[in-house]
């Protein structure tokens, strides 16, 4: 393969641009507290906002059981809703179908939130082998582990001022 210059182009470009960005991130990450933050507030994020969602779905859940139990009996034909029951049932199924939704399988269906942001948090799904960490808690880990190293190195500096301070106090 040739270049635009008519060189012969290196087949290593790629891989080298790919390591030099590599090690610049991990270079980043041990020196730097937002890369590292930023991975426990991404999960954190998203926990936060599956809550929210579950708890939307639970509402939506029981207003809609609610109102289906107020109407349980009611013969629509001979006593049609009236409209503002109509609108009311049909705020109801929207809200219901906004946050919820019905999973099944062969032997039970039950209801989940919609709209949930996936966490992986703890396995590798395609293996689901107890022993297989998700890449969040391995990104987590690392976090940790960079954030304690950055904080000690902090420690380290703070330290050495304070001797010298100290010991300029003590020529005095």
């Known amino acids: ?43 954190l994020d998203a926990y936060h906002f599956n809550e929210e969602q579950k708890n939307m779905c639970d509402i939506a859940k029981k207003n809609f059981d609610d109102w289906g139990v107020r109407m349980k009996g009611r013969n629509t034909q001979q006593n049609p809703l ?35 942001k996936s966490i992986k948090m703890f396995h590798i799904e395609k293996y689901k082998s107890p022993d297989t960490v998700s890449q969040f808690m391995i990104d987590y880990i690392e976090a940790t582990h960079n954030l304690f190293k950055i904080q000690q190195k902090q420690i380290n500096e703070l330290q050495s001022i304070v001797l010298k301070l100290n010991a300029k106090k003590d020529m005095k």
């Open 82 to 116: 009236s409209t503002q029951e109509e609108e009311e049932r049909k705020k109801m199924y929207d809200y219901y179908r906004k946050y919820c939704s019905t999973k099944s399988d062969n032997y039970e269906s039950w209801i989940v939130p919609n709209n949930l």
């Open 1 to 43: 393969m040739f270049d635009r210059n008519g060189k012969v182009a290196s087949k290593n470009d790629g891989t080298t641009k790919d390591k030099k960005k590599t090690k610049k991130n991990k270079k980043k990450k041990t020196t730097e507290i937002e890369p590292n933050m930023e991975v426990i507030e991404k999960w």
